[in-house]
C-alpha cells in the first residue's frame, strides 16, 4: 500500500474515491449487461439472415444457369445494368457504441436490357440476385454491428474488472488502514489525558496534603 497520512481529511477523499469506483462499477456493469443483450440479439439475426441468404445465392445462380443455358453468356446483359448507388450508412449510439445502418434506397426494378432477346429466367436471376444483395447489406450492418458491440463488451469489462478486483479493494483496505490508525490515535490521546488527568489529581492532592499539615503544624 501506499503510504498515506491517516487524516480525517485523508479517510474522507478515500471514502469518496470508494464511493466513486464502486457507482463507476455499477454503472461499467450494467452498460456490459446491455450490450451483452443488443449483441446476443444480433447473433441470432444474423443466423437468420445467414440461413435465408444461402437459399437465396443458391436461388439467383440456379436461375442464372438456367439463363446461361438457354439464353448463352449473360454478361452482356448484366453490363445494361447500372450500379445501384443509394447505398446509405448511418449510425446509432447503443450505449456510447456506434453502430451501422446500412440501407439500400428504393431501386426501380424496371427491365435494362429488350424483352425480344431475353427470357424469363433472366428477369429470375435478376430479382433474385437483388434479393441476395438486400440480405447481404443486412448481413454486413449485423456482423459489424456484433463485432463493433463485442470490442466495446471486452473494453467494458476490462474496466469493470480493474475497479472491482483492483481499485475497490485498494480503496477498502486504506479506508480501513486510515480508520484503525485513526482510532489508535484517539485511544492513545484518551489514554494520555486520563493520565495526565490522574498525574495533576495526585499533584493536587499531595499538595492538599501538604497544606494540611503545615496547618496543623502552624497550630
Do not use: H
Request: hydrophobic share 35%.
Amino acid at each position: 500500500m501506499a503510504q498515506i497520512f491517516p487524516t480525517k481529511a485523508n479517510l474522507m477523499a478515500t471514502q469518496k474515491s470508494l464511493s466513486l469506483a464502486k457507482l463507476g462499477y455499477e454503472l461499467m456493469d450494467r452498460k456490459r449487461n446491455i450490450l451483452v443483450r443488443e449483441m446476443m440479439q444480433l447473433v441470432d439475426e444474423a443466423k437468420e439472415i445467414e440461413s435465408t441468404i444461402n437459399e437465396a445465392y443458391k436461388k439467383a445462380y440456379a436461375s442464372l444457369q438456367k439463363a446461361n443455358i438457354t439464353l448463352g453468356r449473360c454478361s452482356d446483359y448484366a453490363r445494361t445494368v447500372p450500379l445501384d448507388e443509394t447505398l446509405k450508412v448511418d449510425y446509432k449510439s447503443v450505449m456510447g457504441v456506434e453502430i451501422p445502418q446500412i440501407t439500400l434506397g428504393e431501386q426501380d426494378m424496371k427491365n435494362y436490357y429488350g424483352f425480344d432477346t431475353t427470357n424469363s429466367y433472366l428477369d429470375e436471376a435478376y430479382f433474385n440476385f437483388n434479393e441476395a444483395k438486400r440480405l447481404s447489406v443486412k448481413l454486413v450492418e449485423t456482423q459489424t454491428s456484433i463485432y463493433r458491440l463485442a470490442d466495446a463488451i471486452k473494453k467494458t469489462q476490462k474496466r469493470a474488472n480493474a475497479l472491482n478486483n483492483i481499485m475497490i479493494p485498494k480503496f477498502t483496505q486504506t479506508v480501513k488502514f486510515i480508520s484503525e490508525a485513526l482510532d489508535e490515535k484517539e485511544r492513545e490521546d484518551f489514554t494520555r489525558l486520563k493520565v495526565v488527568k490522574s498525574t495533576k489529581e495526585k499533584a493536587k492532592n499531595k499538595e492538599n496534603r501538604i497544606k494540611e499539615r503545615l496547618k496543623r503544624w502552624r497550630r
